[in-house]
């Protein structure tokens, strides 16, 4: 490996690239706009700011808070709970905890990462390369941005160490908990690293049961390989992961079978694999040397330190995600990293004799891999810039959120636009008819809903019998609402709260 000092310069590169955009973010606001803390995927990570204000309220069971009937609290978001718990104990701002967990994780991902590559990769010169493309590469996306759009490098999150990174904290933490796992195989491997993988299965299936198929997967064609090929078996790791994990991953079963309105979220909660094509344009290039690492392992002896664990990674993972259920894509999760580490070894194994070769071709895989998340940062920028309104919110609307917060009760339940609901739920904790395409039961219908309501497309009594019913106690109407309507409204309601173009009326059921 090379020398500390450019190990800590790529450490700390790493983890100020996910501090930077959102620093900038922060520092960018004005008088009249107000950073709402998240810059990737607003609709998901204010689902999770929403989960930790629960958390903050004191609960230790979970509500879904985009529906006026959130049901009975249940153990999901274990994780986002307690760290919502921490902030209000440390008394900090959520926002702030959440932030400090993602870095936290990106930091132990990029630790973990190195560990690994100077364990399960043998060549010195290989290991510093692999660390390096695995933290920063991504996909060729960037080639056919004009022509396809976006393609999955630029959104799939939890594929990505970086991408993971900026996005939120249990990704990165996943992905450092499963490297972790892969670290914790060697022998001797006595009660206290059975232990170890108890609780390592525990954490992981909180965080994302995904994470524990993709690990306990591996760990099962290793264990296959290894009764093949030396007829040694080692269960331990398998046992104790299973022990942590199972009774967990159970009682998530049981909760998606038992509870009406985790079914329905679950039952719209489609996140599908890319189609095949996206998924190696946003794998590759890596993809493409990674197949020759694949083949340039087999052919190695055994005495290769990762050949069982590279491989099996890859080609499971590539298996796994084609899996036909409605979360496929989530078991991209960690996915680059051997992908990124095989592509290492391919050019080892085509070019180890001509290192010049090797490494003007590595440099050049390098290059490669990196303009898609330039792209991703400029957009970021770009939204930042702009203020774009699903980053950013007015002025007035966010003191009348902390009105709200401080003004209503918690199990309140207000009507406002899609856009708003998201940020009701995550800052202020109460409910809303509609706040999220998946964890809002019903989506489609209280989403048209929600825009008749705005667009005037109902008469008062329609109107009226809509709030009742739904249990709506206040009806917030600010810029965003006004835009779902070619012409402002007026309903014939107090109004409980009014600053500058947001007002609040009390439908005081």
């Known amino acids: 490996m090379r020398s500390t000092k450019k190990i800590l310069i790529i450490f700390l590169i790493f983890v100020c690239a996910g501090i930077i955009p959102y620093w900038i973010a922060y520092l960018s606001q004005g008088d009249d706009k107000v950073f709402s803390g998240l810059l990737l995927n607003p609709w998901d990570g204010n689902t999770y700011l929403a989960k930790m204000y629960q958390g903050w309220q004191g609960s230790w069971t979970?509500?879904?808070?985009?529906?006026?009937?959130?049901?009975?609290?249940?153990?999901?978001?274990?994780?986002?709970?307690?760290?919502?718990?921490?902030?209000?104990?440390?008394?900090?701002?959520?926002i702030i905890i959440y932030h400090l967990f993602r870095i936290f994780g990106g930091a132990i991902l990029c630790v973990n990462l190195y560990r690994l590559v100077r364990k399960y990769v043998p060549e010195e010169d290989c290991q510093f390369k692999a660390w390096v493309l695995g933290l920063f590469g991504s996909g060729l996306g960037w080639l056919f941005f004009l022509f396809l759009g976006m393609t999955s490098d630029f959104w799939v999150a939890e594929t990505y160490p970086l991408l993971s990174t900026l996005t939120n904290p249990h990704f990165p933490i996943t992905i450092a908990l499963v490297l972790e796992g892969f670290l914790s195989l060697s022998p001797p491997i006595g009660i206290l690293k059975i232990v170890?993988?108890?609780?390592?299965?525990?954490?992981?299936?909180?965080?994302?049961?995904?994470?524990?198929?993709?690990?306990?997967?591996?760990?099962?064609?290793?264990?296959?390989?290894?009764?093949?090929?030396?007829?040694?078996?080692?269960?331990?790791?398998?046992?104790?992961?299973?022990?942590?994990?199972?009774?967990?991953l159970g009682y998530l079963v049981w909760l998606y079978l038992n509870h009406p309105q985790i079914a329905a979220w679950q039952e719209q909660n489609l996140t599908p694999t890319p189609r095949l094509p996206d998924l190696i344009i946003s794998l590759s290039p890596a993809f493409i040397f990674a197949v020759a690492g694949v083949y340039g392992l087999w052919k190695k002896s055994g005495n290769h330190p990762g050949r069982k664990l590279w491989i099996s990674w890859f080609l499971v993972g590539g298996i796994l995600i084609f899996i036909p259920f409605s979360l496929q894509r989530r078991l991209l999760i960690g996915y680059y990293v051997p992908t990124a580490i095989l592509a290492v070894e391919g050019l080892s194994f085509l070019f180890k004799q001509q290192q010049r070769l090797f490494n003007r071709l590595y440099f050049i895989l390098l290059l490669s891999s990196i303009p898609t998340s330039v792209i991703l940062f400029s957009t970021l920028f770009y939204g930042i810039q702009t203020k774009d309104p699903m980053l950013y919110l007015s002025t007035a609307e966010n003191k009348a959120l902390e009105w709200i917060a401080n003004h209503t009760?918690?199990?309140?339940?207000?009507?406002?636009?899609?856009?708003?609901?998201?940020?009701?739920?995550?800052?202020?904790?109460?409910?809303?008819?509609?706040?999220?395409?998946?964890?809002?039961?019903?989506?489609?219908?209280?989403?048209?809903?929600?825009?008749?309501?705005?667009?005037?497309?109902?008469?008062?009594?329609?109107?009226?019998?809509?709030?009742?019913?739904?249990?709506?106690?206040?009806?917030?109407?600010?810029?965003?609402?006004?835009?779902?309507?070619?012409?402002?409204?007026?309903f014939d309601y107090p109004v409980v709260y009014q600053d500058g173009d947001v007002m609040i009326y009390s439908i005081g059921r």
């Open 62 to 94: 979970y509500q879904l808070p985009y529906t006026a009937e959130p049901g009975t609290g249940s153990f999901l978001y274990i994780f986002y709970l307690f760290i919502g718990h921490l902030s209000r104990w440390l008394a900090i701002d959520p």
């Open 196 to 248: 170890k993988w108890m609780v390592l299965g525990l954490l992981i299936a909180v965080l994302s049961p995904f994470g524990i198929a993709v690990l306990g997967s591996v760990l099962i064609i290793q264990t296959i390989w290894s009764f093949v090929e030396e007829r040694k078996v080692h269960l331990q790791p398998l046992i104790g992961l299973g022990v942590g994990a199972v009774p967990y």
């Open 409 to 490: 009760e918690e199990d309140s339940v207000i009507l406002a636009s899609p856009e708003m609901g998201m940020f009701i739920a995550s800052q202020t904790g109460r409910l809303v008819l509609y706040g999220h395409p998946f964890e809002t039961p019903n989506a489609e219908d209280m989403l048209r809903l929600v825009e008749d309501v705005f667009a005037g497309r109902l008469s008062e009594e329609d109107l009226h019998e809509i709030l009742i019913s739904n249990r709506v106690d206040y009806l917030f109407y600010g810029p965003r609402e006004k835009n779902l309507a070619a012409e402002d409204k007026v």
